[in-house]
């Protein structure tokens, strides 16, 4: 009996530094990690704000370009209209 348990202490004096060393190591790679992922998520949550800020430019630049589309298009009808009443006018002279 005296024997196993002079083997348990050996056994528990290896064990005991071999653990706490791991335990060591797997909270420093932990919070290695955790730097690393939190500058990842902060660049990605940048890039996201910079997204979301051409898109709405872009729809603010769509809504002027359908605004100037309009605008452009009842003129030609302006255009249209007189171009008849021009084109009447003359008939009615002749």
């Excluded at 990690?33 to 660049?43: A, I, P, Q, V």
Aim: without cysteine; glycine residues 0%.
């Amino acid at each position: 009996m005296f024997l196993a348990s002079e083997h348990v202490n050996e056994i528990l004096i290896i064990l005991v530094p071999v653990t706490l060393m791991l335990i060591l190591w797997f909270f420093k790679n932990y919070q290695e990690l955790k730097t690393k992922e939190t500058k990842k998520l902060h660049l990605l949550n940048l890039e996201f704000a910079s997204e979301k800020k051409l898109f709405i430019a872009l729809q603010n630049s769509s809504k002027e370009l359908k605004t100037l589309e309009l605008k452009t298009h009842y003129k030609l009808l302006k255009i249209k209209v007189d171009l008849l009443n021009i084109d009447f006018s003359l008939k009615e002279i002749i």
